[in-house]
């Protein structure tokens, strides 16, 4: 733990002369908070809230939460796994700007937490208290509503591939009706979205955010399935059979859309467990949200590091949706 939590007990180190694989400290030290008048913030994974907004008594509580954690020794901190996914975080910011940061696990239904020191503690199940139901899935597809899965089978039976043309008509019509927008400033507005979307789409895709033909398939079927067992199903059967389509097929039909979405939730995803693991700035800015950390990032990263990135075959693409939204889509 870094110098703002002391630790009580006595740090046994040993050293195993001969031995490739090195063990881990010995656990024989408790945790100790800083009183509270020294924490200027509290996060619970991404969210801030400072002590005064949060309440006196329960972090009272958080703390001796935290204090009452046991250790481990070295040999069962050693048989613990541990891996770097969207595990829960519980974060001091302190006024001098240090943090402390503790971050709890799971193995065999068993809630355990470690600190940045690799210090290993049981009796952590306290914090379903505090964290639960914030993990994101990169993976999610939600279902789509009635209005716009029938521009979606109408677009299906006309393009080959009809990914960029429906969400040129979608996201223009959701300007124009919810942001009322005139039709010439939505169609601006989406273009220049898109571009920069592309922009973030190709950046992961150049920064291994990648998913696999299998993995593609996967989230297909289970949308497929999950579509199937919805009641929004039954408003999609009779379109579906008139137009001699099964909802696999039209599914299949948008797979480059949906490529995209997961992609770029994985960056996002990315970004906000870097958040929630204590990483706020992006360059000399401290950011206070995840959003305003995402917003940062592409901002000063993606955008400059994408700043020549060709975007001909995207812009000419774009030409075409906005020709079949004006000649066939507008008013509708």
């Known amino acids: 733990m870094k110098k703002n939590i002391w630790l009580v007990g006595i740090l046994s180190i040993f050293i195993f002369s001969g031995c490739s694989d090195a063990s881990r400290e010995s656990q024989n030290q408790l945790i100790k908070i800083p009183e509270q008048e020294s924490i200027d913030t509290i996060q619970l994974n991404t969210i801030r809230v400072k002590p005064k907004d949060y309440g006196a008594d329960k972090l009272s509580l958080l703390i001796d939460n935290l204090e009452s954690a046991t250790p481990l020794s070295a040999d069962e901190s050693a048989a613990l796994y541990y891996k770097e996914e969207y595990n829960p975080t519980i974060t001091f910011i302190y006024k001098d700007g240090t943090k402390d940061i503790f971050y709890f696990f799971e193995n065999y239904d068993i809630w355990y937490l470690k600190t940045d020191e690799k210090h290993y503690y049981k009796d952590a199940d306290f914090i379903d208290d505090y964290i639960h139901g914030e993990k994101v899935d990169a993976q999610f597809m939600p279902i789509m509503s009635l209005e716009y899965f029938e521009l979606s089978l109408k677009l299906a039976q006309e393009q080959e591939t009809p990914d960029i043309p429906f969400a040129f008509i979608y996201l223009v019509r959701g300007n124009i009706e919810y942001n009322k927008y005139t039709e010439k400033d939505a169609i601006t507005r989406v273009r220049e979205s898109m571009i920069h979307n592309m922009k973030v789409y190709q950046y992961a895709l150049q920064s291994g955010y990648d998913i696999s033909d299998d993995e593609l398939s996967s989230v297909i079927n289970k949308y497929v399935s999950d579509t199937l067992d919805s009641e929004e199903y039954i408003g999609y059967e009779k379109d579906l059979k008139d137009a001699g389509i099964t909802i696999q097929q039209l599914t299949e ?80």
């Open 253 to 332: 039909k948008y797979k480059e859309s949906i490529r995209y979405i997961i992609i770029t939730n994985k960056l996002y995803l990315s970004k906000q467990i870097e958040f929630k693991n204590g990483k706020d700035k992006v360059g000399d800015k401290v950011c206070k949200s995840v959003n305003e950390y995402y917003k940062m990032f592409i901002e000063n990263v993606v955008y400059t590091e994408m700043k020549d990135y060709n975007l001909d075959k995207f812009s000419s693409e774009l030409d075409m949706a906005e020709k079949i939204y004006l000649e066939n889509y507008r008013g509708q």
